[in-house]
């Protein structure tokens, strides 16, 4: 069994900072990936950053320079760092673990830019 709890989204101005933070929990595997998507109302779900157990990152283009993607393995926790935040970074953020194969989602957290 594998858990994920996200936190740390809220309502910030345009410009503005936020730090995610996914703690995870059970049967974590020293080898997988962690990451971080997004879906906007109406949008698709897509991939913002992720980072390998090794410490490879990747990271769409519409964030890269403004977020930074960071693991703490002994804690197995993954943090999303979210600088110069835009009103199109208004999303639901859902943290995300894979390995072996399996695919694990958290409970998603809000996260709103106002202009």
């Known amino acids: 069994q594998v858990q994920l709890v996200a936190s740390g989204g809220g309502l910030v101005q345009a410009g503005g900072s936020l730090r995610l933070s996914c703690a995870t929990s059970g049967s974590i595997f020293s080898i997988n990936v962690m990451g971080w998507y997004r879906q906007a109302p109406g949008k698709q779900r897509e991939l913002v950053a992720a980072?390998?157990?090794?410490?490879?990152?990747n990271y769409a283009d519409s964030v890269k320079g403004r977020f930074t993607i960071s693991r703490d393995n002994a804690k197995n926790t993954v943090y999303l760092q979210m600088n110069s935040l835009k009103p199109e970074d208004t999303a639901v953020y859902y943290c995300?673990?894979?390995?072996?194969?399996?695919?694990?989602w958290g409970q998603g957290t809000q996260v709103t830019v106002s202009s």
């Open positions: 995300n673990l894979q390995q072996r194969g399996y695919e694990f």
């Open positions: 980072i390998t157990s090794s410490g490879s990152t």
